[in-house]
């Protein structure tokens, strides 16, 4: 009944607006045959272009037309991104809204196939090796379309950019409605990948048209804080969707979210912008490669958490990964205007930006892969687990709402700093779980690691376009590259990592309570025939109770192997965060000493340049 009143309510919704727009659908056509038009120009357009002469701006929620033209201060920020009118207040509301939604629609794309992937490889009859290359395929578009379509906006606009995505999400939904096997899901989920990276760039344009000029790094800082938020709360809601075992209710209610999406965006679309050709044939063949060594590590990542690391495929695969990451640098180095600028790529900050954040996607296992796993290796099912991630829900938008009351662009570490402390008290919480531990004794740590996962994302990649805008425009493909790798690699590489670290660990708890348990030991012997008793209405045969016995001790033995290793991580991980957290304080104390900031070579250089323009 729930998930049938979820599908009428986004369907209903979806179909009331577009009927109130069907009169339009001409003028609109012709709107957005204009824009399209206007896109193939490539010389930036300052003057005054008009689609209908004379046209005035007569609704609230209406955009500026194109005869609109733009002032100093509304000038888009690079080629390919929108210009940004002085829009009334109601207006502004709207596009924050929109923005919402766009931001939690494009992290639903992962959150849901992250919450229903044991059960759509239980439908499909999969084994864990295929369903692992369904994630693949996600993270793979995922993390190498970012700079393709940074590119494809600069050369097409944003009209084309803009329906391109829009087509991307409606088709890949549509796909998994439709059908249902191995191959159309990956078909379907390596189109998601691309819809969501291209989600996350509209969900960022739209609160830039919503915040004034003092509040939009908040606003850019809010819509990647946004998709964090809505991984949890797809864990969530993803039980009930499934409460009658089939996965059509998620799809159903994805393919409900895009078509709302396309109503919103035709209902409120963004400001035109300037295009310009971007793309040449060097860089197509340099984002190939790029494409093919970052595929061939998110798979290296995945399948050898599931497959085990000495599988000579996982060698093929990570040769790959070295081969085409090295021809894409072999390119770049050897290119007048190259597209990756290794010279600052290379520079301190930049990689300490980058080893920071792909430092705290890493620990951050510690929920995604730490305490969850723990409650999964315990019994814990979906169903028990709901409360739980609403807990995470609401710690991720209270790290949201700290995060934007803490940052400032002088001052980017507090949050920082906030996100290592809450990982590392989290982390120590967990200690000494047992195996009679359930959800409700780790909402406080996991609320906590839940902020801190908020916490990061927004400052550090304000820094980054900072950062990039103080050197060029240009430079922000480069940040762009190295903030996608760090989160989606990094992500990857925790979870693996820490896999392999339970599994040694649970082995070598388990080889020391095989030293110790003996038949002849009285307390053994004694647990043996009392589980062996609970099998004696059932099996008539001495020796197969008393095998049965067995097995039940050394089921337990293995529990609490598990749990003993699961403890040793949020040790390590506890460790591990703390002392991020003293190295970063350390940093901000040193500039705090010395009056300063470590943003502010920076920010006089982009009010240098501001000035001179």
Known sequence: FVCFGLKTCCFAASAACLLRRLFRVFTEAMRFKYLVSCADDSRPRSGTQSVWPNMKIKKWWQTPPVTYTFKSHEQPAMIGSPGVPDHPYRRKVFYAL?????????????????????????????????????????????????????????????????????????????????????????????????????????????????????????????????????????????????????????????????????????????????TQKAISKTDLVSLLCFALGVAALCAFFVQGRIVWWDKIELGQLLLVALIGLGITLLIELNRKEPMIKLDWLRSKELLWLGLTAAFLRMVMSEQNVGSAGLLTALGMGNTQMVTYYWVLTAGALTGLAVTLWLMEPQNLKPPVMLAFFCIAVGAFLDVGANSLTRPSQTYVSQFLIAMASVCFVGPLMIEGILRAFSKRPAHIITFIALFGLSQTIGGLLGSAALSAFLTIRTKEHLTRFGEQLSSTDPTVAARIQAYAAQYQGVIGDGAMRQSQGVASVVAQAQQQATVLAYNDSFWLFGLVATCGFLFVSAEWAYYKYHGTSHMAPVLAELARKKAKK
């Open 98 to 274: 929109v923005g919402i939604v766009l931001a939690i629609t494009g992290g639903m794309q992962n959150g849901l196939l992250t919450a229903v992937l044991p059960q759509l490889q239980g439908s499909l009859a999969l084994t864990p090796a295929e369903g692992g290359w369904i994630l693949v395929t996600y993270n793979m578009v995922n993390a190498c379309m970012s700079m393709l379509l940074f590119k494809c906006r600069q050369q097409f606009g944003l009209a084309r950019f803009i329906r391109a995505i829009i087509f991307a999400l409606v088709l890949c939904n549509l796909i998994q409605v439709t059908t249902h096997s191995y191959h159309s899901e990956l078909l379907a989920r390596g189109i998601s990948g691309l819809a969501a990276s291209g989600m996350n760039a509209l969900a960022l344009f739209y609160f830039i048209q919503a915040m004034p000029m003092k509040w939009r790094l908040k606003g850019i800082a809010c819509s990647i804080s946004l998709s964090q938020v809505a991984l949890p709360f797809a864990r969530a809601i993803a039980p009930t969707l499934m409460d009658d075992g089939n996965l059509q209710a998620v799809f159903w209610l994805q393919l409900g979210m895009s078509l709302n999406v396309l109503v919103l965006v035709s209902l409120l679309p963004l400001p035109h912008g300037y």
